[in-house]
């Protein structure tokens, strides 16, 4: 259910921070990343579960979520906010 609601709200963030003319190109970024960090995060989750247990693996899980949202709340919604600036006084400059 998070993962449902989760990347397509991400996939519109992003393609809404790309060029019109570069959102084919973000839009495969961004599901060859989501395709890379899964695939590399599986083996490494499992490499940790081998040498050091599931506790481990399940706390290296709970962190990775704390940092993510960390990012998304000061370099992700930076942009976007920057983007909106941008935008609007493109509007401005088109309508004057």
């Known amino acids: 259910m998070g993962l449902g609601f989760v990347e397509p709200a991400l996939n519109a963030i992003m393609i809404k921070l790309c ?8 839009n495969s970024t961004f599901f ?3 395709d890379l960090g899964g695939g590399a995060g599986a083996i490494c ?6 040498s050091a247990g599931f506790k481990t693996v399940f706390l290296y899980s709970a962190l990775s979520i704390i940092i993510a949202f960390f990012a998304y709340v000061f370099i992700l919604r930076r942009q976007m ?3 909106q600036i941008a935008k609007q006084s493109h509007l401005k400059a088109n309508v004057s």
């Open 81 to 83: 906010k920057n983007t």
């Open 45 to 50: 989750l499992g490499f940790i579960s081998l």
């Open 19 to 26: 060029p019109p003319d570069r959102r084919g190109a973000g």
């Open 32 to 34: 060859t990343a989501k």
